[in-house]
């Protein structure tokens, strides 16, 4: 196989003129023919180079609004013609087609079009038909043609013509190639997800395409011995974790960012409200509340799982100040992430070299749609996001006793926790602060008694007369299949209940909270968590 190839015409077809100049200064320097269409031509003869119209290449002008330009065998013919193969080479000469031996193109920029809020008639027009025609041509027969698809690589090509006497290697070309169909799988994948989802309106399309840019390897997956890396999505528009802005600290983790992506989209859901603060570990909340301030939401937080708290990630719905800060590095904390921070918060936060602090500028909306994907053996499941929301009027109390005003709004705090809480949930909540989770646990009973026991653990650390869990609401993030997990809440002092309803045995339940003086309200919705 051919390994070192001359390049002695080179065909230029960008949109991005990003690095053109210093690329083509090079080219000409080296004696290469510089083939283009265009704007690129145009581009070109602005900087002083030499350039041959795409046109007069193939004997056939450029028509219909330069839609047709490149697709003809002249441009294609030289790039997929193998070389060294007689009947090709023959073709080639009785046709009087040139070799083409470096092809640079970037596309038409159809997801930043998109991502600006085009009409449909732009959008279209920005889906490239003759560069990505080029660019498989090319990447194709890599064995003799080296394609250019990123400006990011223009100075590996120069580099490796200066070491090289002006060929490409085989192994630049195969790299290049790898590249190039990443990127047209990318950019197909982008036309067809927005003809899917935007312009037809389907959610579970019968393909699903899927395209996403590595933006860092990490050390490690969960486990040393996994590895991992962040990948993000060529156009998000979504405020959070993946692109956020790292002040200070160590290198992000995988579980530092899995576990302040879930921090940070529990937070969300308090972005229009007061003052509020959730701690994670481990992905679970171990603490929320919501204050008059930043700080106060911090403390509240704090004091419903200290030990928990302990080497966890706080993220907050307000810019940091100096105050807050203080009070998250009086213990290790992995992950700080908030939308912005004063220059106190900066300055204490600085003495901390290892926490890592990270702003969004923004909040995420909770609301927003998406689709969230998990690998299985053998494929993929997929599901919408869960934004579900229920309204005041969508409560239904289902007990003779009616819940108080100060009731009802524990109970639709520790709902909202309920749903970033790994099932089996069950959450306490008293005056707008979480006083006991009990997460993940195998039936609702046991989830019950944990968080009960978490609130009674508080109490003894800082010395209050009883748990948190005395007069406080529960949710529970599914239906109580039986009433013993009611009944292990009432246990801890619940005097409110709120859960979605639907089970089989909901009059025993019910049953069970008229008995003890509870008041209960149903939601009609259910936030599993897996």
């Known amino acids: 196989m051919t390994d070192l190839v001359p390049v002695r015409r080179a065909l230029l077809s960008v949109s991005d003129k990003h690095g053109l100049a210093t690329l083509a200064e090079g080219l000409a320097a080296r004696g290469v023919e510089l083939v283009s269409t265009g704007g690129t031509a145009a581009k070109l003869r602005e900087l002083g180079h030499e350039v041959r119209d795409v046109s007069e290449l193939t004997g056939f002008p450029e028509m219909m609004d330069g839609r047709v330009k490149t697709l003809h065998p002249k441009v ?77 690589d223009y100075r590996a090509v120069l580099d490796e013509l200066d070491a090289n006497d002006g060929m490409t290697s085989l192994a630049l070309r195969k790299r290049l190639a790898a590249r190039a169909f990443a990127r047209t799988a990318a950019y197909d994948s982008a036309i067809a997800s927005w003809f899917a989802f935007a312009d037809q309106g389907e959610t ?40 956020a802005r790292q002040v200070q600290g160590k290198e992000l983790s995988y579980n530092n960012l899995n576990d302040a992506d879930a921090a940070l989209e529990l937070v969300s859901e308090f972005r229009d409200g007061r003052p509020a603060c959730v701690i994670v570990k481990h992905a679970n909340p ?9 700080a106060e939401a911090y403390a509240a937080a704090f004091r419903c799982d200290s030990v928990s708290a302990f080497g966890g990630i706080v993220a907050v719905n307000r810019p940091l100040d100096g105050v807050t800060a203080q009070a998250i590095t009086d213990i290790f904390t992995e992950v700080v992430i908030a939308p912005d921070a004063d220059e106190d918060a900066l300055t204490v936060f600085a003495a901390k070299k290892n926490l890592r602090l990270l702003l969004t500028g923004d909040l995420p909306d909770p609301r927003r749609p998406g689709l969230m994907l998990k690998s299985i053996a053998g494929g993929m499941l997929v599901q919408s996001r869960d934004n579900g929301i229920v309204l005041p009027a969508d409560l239904r109390v289902v007990t003779r006793r009616q819940p108080t005003e100060a009731e009802l709004a524990d109970c639709r705090f520790a ?65 109580f299949p039986f009433a013993d997990g009611l009944l292990a809440a009432v246990e801890a002092g619940a ?14 339940v019910i049953a069970a909270a008229d008995e003890a003086g509870l008041a209960m309200i149903f939601t009609g919705m259910r936030h599993f968590r897996h």
């Not at 997929?80 to 090709?88: F, I, P, S, T, Y």
């Not at 486990?223 to 959070?240: D, R, T």
Request: proline letters at 5%.
């Open 204 to 243: 579970m399309p019968e393909t699903l395409p899927v395209a996403l840019t590595k933006a860092s390897e990490l050390r490690y997956g969960e486990n040393p011995h996994q590895s991992a890396a962040l990948y993000l999505p060529q156009a998000s528009g979504v405020a959070g974790v993946a692109g």
């Open 76 to 152: 294609h013919g030289g790039l997929l013609a193998v070389r060294d193969e007689a009947e090709h080479a023959a073709a080639a000469a009785e046709h009087g087609i040139g070799f083409i031996d470096l092809v640079v193109v970037n596309l038409y920029p159809f997801e930043r079009t998109v991502a600006g809020g085009a009409d449909r008639d732009t959008v279209i027009e920005n889906i490239d038909i003759g560069g990505p025609s080029m660019v498989r041509s090319a990447a194709k027969n890599h064995r003799y043609v080296a394609i250019v698809t990123d400006p990011e």
């Open 415 to 479: 709902w909202t926790v309920a749903k970033h809480v790994k099932s089996n949930a069950i959450v306490y909540a008293r005056d707008g602060a979480t006083a006991g989770i009990g997460a993940g646990q195998m039936n609702r009973r046991d989830s019950a008694r944990i968080a009960a026991a978490k609130a009674r653990e508080a109490a003894e650390t800082f010395g209050w007369p009883e748990p948190r869990t005395v007069g406080s609401a529960v949710a529970s993030d599914a239906f």
């Open 495 to 508: 005097t409110a209940v709120i859960q979605p309803g639907g089970s089989i045995r909901d009059d025993e």
């Open 286 to 294: 171990c603490g929320v509340a919501e204050a008059a301030t930043i």
